[in-house]
């Protein structure tokens, strides 16, 4: 499979500033030394709590936020170092779908105006193939071309949400990052969004970062699923070797927390206390450590490296990994 982008040692650090002088106080350890590929073709879910980083591993891959160091190729390209000129083309190609459909659409503008406005940013004028254009994309995403003539607010939530993907799909792009894009739906619309989804990424060979902090949707749409707390990835595997075979203690208490009928036995259930540590005072060691059932002394001290369990499966996890 080829690689069609290769994250390398991402870091983001948020200055954390004093009020009064504006003096660095300390920083946010959004993300740390993050190592991921995503191959083309793949849904690749990311995982994890709110403040694991998630969605700022998302925007520093498009380059929507200039992370503190690291790499981001893309195709084998660094964006990291393209001007905004340069740039032009892979803002084309990699688009992002927002979580809340409602604040990402402007309410005072008709949807036919919505549509257009990517045309209009990178320069194209043809009105005849904007028009085809936005009325076949329209038609992949289940709306009839009278929405073109009505404004946002008079929609429903997965209505607006299929003119939010209308919108991030009309460049032909080839990589999309889908932060949360359910999860501000009502329950009954997140699958049929979920389906246009995968639809779409048969239909236009897209490749996917899909973040949410749903398992089972991460279940239903994933090739590849990647885990995250505090900033890193604490374990990364195929769909199916994770759900049936996840070492990661952090893993088995995500698993846990999603409500089953019949009860796997196999494993002991581990519940998570507390919240998610500050990420601007991260534990030493390992990041899990306060919240581990497993931890031991080493796992204060040491911070565990994300090492191969086999071909396709990584951990980050002194036990796992002996
Ligand atoms: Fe738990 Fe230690 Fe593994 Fe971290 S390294 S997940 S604290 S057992």
Known sequence: MKKLFE???????YPV????????????YALNNVDLDIYEN???GLVGESGSGKSTLGNCILKLIVPTSGNVLYNGTDILGKDKKELNNFRKEAQLIFQNPYMSL?????IYDILKEPF???????TKFINEKIEKIISYTGLSKEVLDRYPHEFSGGQRQRIAIA?????????????EPVSALDVSIQAQIV?????LKEH???TMLFISHDLSIIKYISDRVAVMYLGEIVEIAEKKEFFENHKHPYSQALLNAVPVISEDKKNKKIILQGDIPSPQNPPKGCKFHTRCPYAIEKCKIEHPELLDINENHKVRCFLCNR
């Open 167 to 179: 919108r991030a799909i009309l460049l032909n792009p080839k990589f999309i990052v889908a932060d």
């Open 204 to 206: 236009l060979n897209l």
């Open 120 to 126: 209009l940013i990178h320069k194209i004028k043809d």
């Open 42 to 44: 793949e849904i690749l």
């Open 17 to 28: 500033l004093d009020g009064l002088m504006g003096n660095i106080k300390g920083y946010v």
């Open 195 to 199: 389906n246009l989804l995968l639809e």
């Open 7 to 13: 994250v390398k040692k991402l870091n983001m650090h």
């Open 106 to 110: 402007d309410p005072r503008m008709k």
